[in-house]
């Protein structure tokens, strides 16, 4: 039966013969009395029951971090921009897991080597080709395949060093913080600051230099096979100025765009 609001009970016309009291309440472990004998037309009141709270069971289960990035890297290898375009760098959970070096290297790997980045790779040597960039290469099938080749390799070892040598060897994270709240102002201050701070893979905020360092350094490699007429500091120069824009540019797309237009978004940044 229920008691009452002050906690009484009372139950009638009860056989002769032993009892127990149980008493149960949410919120409470179960009270149950010493059993006690009744007899015929006896009252009989019950001890005072005191009820204990009761005990809370948790259970926690750990995982290995490695685990629980390799989880998220998955999920950000599904990321597309309209379905199609690679959006594998934006991590949409502002708390996920440090990378390990051979994480980051295959990342990287799984995003420089996407088709849709080599077919986008065509466009623009198609692009050089029409406006005679890099005269040294000429025109026709030979003058593209040299282009072709060109931008290839600029976008392959860029991303690699980039992505994966400097961030291992600097122990950097490579990918963007979607923040996704606050005030314009605080989100395109958090854009194009990631152009020139990341984090470290103990979380603490360090400047990028695995960024830095790495499009210099495709910089100079392009001085290999870039026509002679356009080696030198300049090209380095040039392709380092190209690449900090290009990051402020895709940071600020990746902070007011890309959410609403990727797919197998897997998280909703800064909550």
Known sequence: ?????????????????????????????????????????????????SLSIASANMEVTVRPTELIAAEQIRAEEKQRLIGVIPNFYTSYIYDAAPLTWKQKFSLAARGTFDPVALIGVGFGAGIEQATNAYAGYGQGAAGYSKRYAARFVDGR???LLTHAVFPALLHQDPRYYYQGSGSVKSRVVHAVRSAFVTRSDSGRPVFNSSYLLGDMCA?????????????????????????????????????????RLTTNVSGNGRL
């Open 1 to 49: 039966m229920l008691s009452a609001a002050n906690g009484e009970f009372n139950f009638t016309k009860i056989p002769a013969g032993s009892y127990l009291v149980v008493v149960n309440a949410k919120g409470f472990a179960p009270f149950t009395s010493a059993e006690f004998a009744i007899a015929v037309q006896q009252a009989y009141e019950v001890p005072d029951v």
């Open 157 to 159: 070892s860029s991303d």
């Open 219 to 259: 910089g100079a490699l392009s001085n290999l096979y870039y026509p002679k007429a356009n080696r030198g500091a300049n090209l380095v120069s040039t392709n380092a100025a190209v690449g900090l824009a290009g990051r402020v540019g895709t940071n600020l797309i990746r902070e007011f765009l890309s959410k």
